[in-house]
């Protein structure tokens, strides 16, 4: 009854009315999406170690533009994104500051990190992304960097590009409308190695192609 | 379609919708080993009877075995470089034996503008004739080649050129010496085409038009191209699974056991294009209905079911109050939805 009258309120006032829902953001029940963020380089060394431990580290969410619903795997994306421009919605990002993500743990055990990751994550529960999703098909990209909040906030509709040099981790959705989606949207990351930063690369370029 | 190992595919079975499912469903099997077309015989009876004809002197016999415009294409069209040369090696021995000396040149100049080796039948012919075959080919080695753009109407078209497989995805340019060639074209969905086409300094570019592949052709292409492939639930796959199945609208979905749960990975497709992508993780299959009509809705292949305020009873009951109290009132309003993301 609340609803009807809500919605004939709504009605009587001739304005334009507004349905709001909600949708979390979710690494797995378990952190299995993490793996994105528990890259080595080629000598061996976590990317979390890029930073000491009194340096913050930003979490960075885009909504990546796709123009159409491509497969969710690497090379589906790769192959899509080379004939369509996949570009971040420049009005949609969302730098996180001061995320406290582990370090000195380039020699801790895989699962223990993963369990370190996933209590830094938890921290940020609730955290607010964006109050109205794009309403269009995106794929929904964190980046973890050594840079400033300061330093990626958009200008003149435009974003600055990630330090590939200041990486420390990346995750992404599968293409999702998220007006539609009815439970929370699962980042992940696509790898069968450690040796993961060139994927980190290309998970946080600027138009998703392969970075060499 | 469902796709996955044997033991999560049983749950995902029982876990299917009922009748009370606003789209009626019917499951299907993906053509994971449908055969692939029968390419033609290699003609081995044909050019030992050519054969036997030339060693014991009868020629007539030999050119009979031979007869036929379409015996080099046929074989060309199917990749059998080598059984195109003998034909065309025995064609030359044997008109030569004839007596038909210009004819027997013919046929060992078109050998030699196919770009064909040398078939080892060639030690079991006269010197003259193998003289006559390596004079074809010094020639038209030394001559220019010309280029041919060829065009198609199927994307992603591979060519073969006389035999030769890949010899480039059109729209591409090819090369090749003066005279009548030999060119294929096979794309996913279509019938494959094989057409004569001359390179020479008046020819400049070649049309391929094609026809779509019949169901059984689209099956045994999925099957070689995507049956086993990571790829199986991109676009081109579902285009191609959408002919085999003679199924305007399909929804596929992987399902992935994981350590403690199992994850369902689905997209629709409607008209062979993909409508829709959805995904969800649950202790096992049971979330494949709520998959099922995600994935129906944001392809709309059905509608959501209407908000009260969308239904026109609700207006007419609306309107008579609003008339009662104030007189009438118009009947517009749009609804927006916002989506709010956080972690």
């Known amino acids: 009854m609340g609803r009807v009258a809500g919605v004939l309120l709504c009605f009587l006032g001739a304005l334009g009315c507004v349905d709001s829902r909600s949708v979390a953001l979710t690494f797995g029940a378990t952190g299995e999406g993490l793996d994105g963020f528990m890259c080595k380089d080629g000598t061996g060394k976590q990317l979390l170690d890029r930073r000491s431990s009194d340096a913050p580290a930003s979490l960075v969410v885009d909504f990546v533009r796709l123009g159409g619903v491509p497969g969710c795997r690497v090379g589906q994306l790769i192959s899509w994104c080379a004939t369509h421009e996949c570009k971040p919605i420049a ?17 801790t055990p895989r699962e223990e990190l993963r369990g370190q990751l996933r209590d830094a994550i938890s921290q940020l529960s609730g955290e607010g992304v964006t109050p109205d999703a794009p309403d269009e098909f995106v794929l929904v990209r964190v980046v ?24 420390l981790g990346c995750a992404y959705s599968c293409p999702v409308l998220l007006d539609r989606v009815e439970q929370d949207v699962y980042l992940g990351f696509d790898t069968l190695t450690g040796a993961c930063e060139q994927g980190v690369r290309t998970c946080a370029a600027g138009d998703l192609r392969w970075q060499i | 379609m469902l796709r996955g190992p044997p033991t999560a595919l049983a749950t995902a079975r029982s876990a299917l ?34 054969r036997k004809g030339y060693v014991n002197a009868d020629f007539s016999a030999c050119l009979a075995a031979l007869e036929g415009e379409s015996l080099v294409a046929d074989a060309l069209a199917f990749g059998q470089r080598g059984t195109a040369a003998r ?53 038209v080695a030394a001559l220019p080649t010309y280029p041919l753009r060829v065009t198609a ?19 591409c340019t090819l090369e090749a010496a003066e005279g009548q060639h030999v060119l294929r074209m096979e794309a996913d969905g279509v019938e494959p085409v094989v057409k004569r086409v001359r390179f020479g300094p008046k020819e400049s570019a070649v049309h391929v038009a094609s026809t779509a592949a019949s169901p059984a052709l689209a099956a045994a292409q999925w099957s070689a191209r995507y049956a086993r492939s990571v790829e199986v639930d991109s676009a081109p796959s579902l285009k191609l699974l959408a002919t085999a ?7 596929l979905v992987n399902v992935e056991p994981e350590r403690e749960q199992t994850r ?9 294009e993909v409508a829709a992508r959805g995904e969800r993780v649950s ?43 104030a007189g009438t009132t118009a009947l517009v309003a749009t609804r927006r939805v916002r989506t709010g993301v956080s972690f």
């Not at chain 2, 199945?245 to 929804?251: A, I, K, T």
């Open chain 2, 153 to 171: 109407d199927a994307p992603s078209a591979d060519l073969m050129l006389d035999g030769r497989p890949n010899a480039c995805s059109a729209p």
């Open chain 2, 245 to 251: 199945l003679r199924s305007p609208r399909l929804v």
């Open chain 2, 87 to 139: 034909v065309l090696l025995w064609r030359a021995a044997c008109h030569a034996g004839a007596g038909r000396g210009e004819v027997a040149r013919r046929s060992a100049r078109e050998l030699a503008v196919l770009g064909l080796e040398l078939p080892p039948d060639v030690g079991s012919v006269t010197p003259d004739v193998e003289s006559l075959l390596a004079r074809a080919v010094r020639e």
């Open chain 2, 283 to 325: 202790p096992s299959a049971v979330q494949l209905e709520g998959l099922l009509r995600d994935l129906l809705v944001e392809g709309k292949v059905v509608e959501r079911p209407p908000a009260l305020w969308q239904r026109p009873a609700f207006w007419i009951a609306l309107g008579g109050v609003a008339a009662i109290a």
């Open chain 2, 264 to 272: 369902l990975r689905g997209v629709v497709a409607v008209d062979g």
């Open chain 2, 17 to 50: 919708p009922g009748d009370d499912f606003p789209v009626q469903l019917q499951l299907l099997e993906l053509p994971a080993n449908a055969p692939p077309p029968r390419a033609p015989l290699l003609l081995e009876e044909t050019l030992a009877a050519a």
């Open chain 1, 144 to 167: 973890g960097t050594m840079q400033s909040c300061a330093e990626l906030e958009a200008s003149a509709d435009a974003l600055p590009a990630f330090v590939p040099a200041q990486l």
């Open chain 1, 91 to 107: 009005s949609t990002r969302r730098c996180l500051a001061g995320v406290s993500l582990p370090t000195g743990v380039s020699t």
